[in-house]
């Protein structure tokens, strides 16, 4: 079943080109066949999304979560 979907005209012109004389579906399914096959791609993308932490960021950011944690206390089953 055809869904529609919007795209901004500057990626409408890089598709156009991109997909030759192929339909854009098949253009748009080879893309995410050759993204899902790169475990590198994938690894590439995650890393600028969210970034990598130094050492020194990941072992504050530990004392961070432990410290926050310690404002918790674990409730018995049953109890309110």
């Known amino acids: 079943m ?37 475990r590198k791609g994938r690894v590439e993308a995650l890393d600028l999304i969210f970034g990598t932490l130094s050492e020194e960021e990941a072992t504050e950011l530990e004392k961070e979560v432990e410290e926050f944690r310690k404002g918790f206390r674990v409730r018995e089953y049953g109890s309110t």
Not at 3 to 8: E, P, R
């Open 2 to 38: 055809p869904k529609v979907i919007t795209i901004s005209d500057d990626v409408y012109e890089k598709l156009s080109k991109l997909k030759g004389s192929k339909s854009f579906s098949q253009a748009i399914n080879e893309l995410i066949e050759y993204y899902n096959k790169s």
